[in-house]
């Protein structure tokens, strides 16, 4: 089982920009999924983004709405790392950011991305990692 190490959070003003990384412990060259999933106070877990990708060349990206045209997710194999780029922040994403892997080459990647970002489903998911806090002050 791989494992997930977030980091690039911190507190920045409505309407900055942060960049978190997702990094594996090993190479992950095969079909994945990579979600990003928050979580912010007394609220349930939130499906943000998700990339899924069947080559290291060919990747799909799934938003929610409320973050379509601000935040991009993106995956550098050379540095088994997957970014999630948040501009124009807002206070209302602040929350704890986790990202989460499934790596089971049996599961259909771009079902298991729908799942997190039009469901919040997130049982394909094995692997997750401890989060990192964002917090958008106004």
């Known amino acids: 089982q791989v494992q997930l190490v977030e980091s690039g959070g911190g507190l920045v003003q409505a309407g900055g920009s942060l960049r978190l990384s997702c990094t594996t412990s090993?190479?992950?060259?095969?079909?994945?999924?990579v979600g990003w999933v928050r979580q912010a106070p007394g609220k349930d877990r939130e499906g943000v983004a998700c990339i899924s990708s069947l080559t290291t060349s060919d990747n799909s990206k799934y938003y929610i709405d409320s973050v379509k045209g601000r935040f991009t997710v993106s995956r550098d194999t050379a540095k088994n790392t997957v970014y999630l780029q948040m501009d124009s922040l807002k206070p209302d994403d602040t929350a704890v950011y986790y990202c989460?892997?499934?790596?089971?080459?049996?599961?259909?990647?771009?079902?298991?991305?729908?799942?997190?970002?039009?469901?919040?489903?997130?049982?394909?998911?094995?692997?997750w990692g401890r989060g990192t806090q964002v917090t958008v002050s106004s």
């Open positions: 090993g190479s992950a060259l095969g079909p994945l999924a």
């Open positions: 989460a892997a499934n790596l089971n080459p049996a599961t259909s990647m771009g079902h298991a991305c729908r799942q997190v970002v039009q469901r919040n489903e997130f049982t394909l998911f094995a692997s």
